[in-house]
């Protein structure tokens, strides 16, 4: 397989940093604008599966909710990106998320592998499939449907 161009390369690591830091944030309508017109979240380990804007921006909006006192890290490493036949690009990373309360460290609460479908849409790297096994997590929402 060809390399994915230095740009769109640049470009599609900046799309991995702005989900997390609004997915940290619960910034919900950043969030949600990660995803193609038709993209679709699957959480493999917790059995959750959203699509569609609005159904984006609720998910994350319950997730803020579900923690209001503490604070939300992402880590994303060994991005591997991979420019497939179709000009869409195979992303594939590690996960650690940790959660902490203001004024401690951290710890640990998620840990997993994303392999991603990741398509420009208008112009932009949109995530059209994100698919995340959890080895170990503590992610919960009190209300899973979709």
């Not at 950043?30 to 959203?50: N, Q, W």
């Not at 319950?62 to 939300?72: L, T």
């Not at 650690?96 to 208008?122: M, Q, S």
């Amino acid at each position: 397989m060809p390399n994915v161009p230095a740009q769109d390369y640049v470009e599609i690591l900046n799309l991995y940093a702005e989900y997390n830091l609004a997915s940290d944030a619960g910034d919900s309508e950043v969030y949600a604008s990660c995803f193609s017109s038709d993209g679709l979240l699957e959480l493999v380990t917790p059995g959750i599966t959203v699509s569609g804007h609005e159904n984006f921006v609720a998910f994350k909006n319950r997730d803020k909710a579900g923690r209001p006192h503490i604070y939300r890290r992402h880590w994303n490493g060994s991005i591997h990106l991979e420019l497939l036949d179709d000009g869409a690009v195979r992303g594939r990373a590690y996960l650690l998320a940790f959660n902490g309360t203001p004024g401690d460290l951290p710890i640990i609460a998620d840990c997993g592998v994303y392999e991603d479908r990741i398509v420009k849409e208008n112009g932009a790297w949109k995530f059209a499939h994100r698919y995340l096994v959890m080895d170990g997590t503590t992610f919960a929402l009190k209300d899973k449907a979709e």
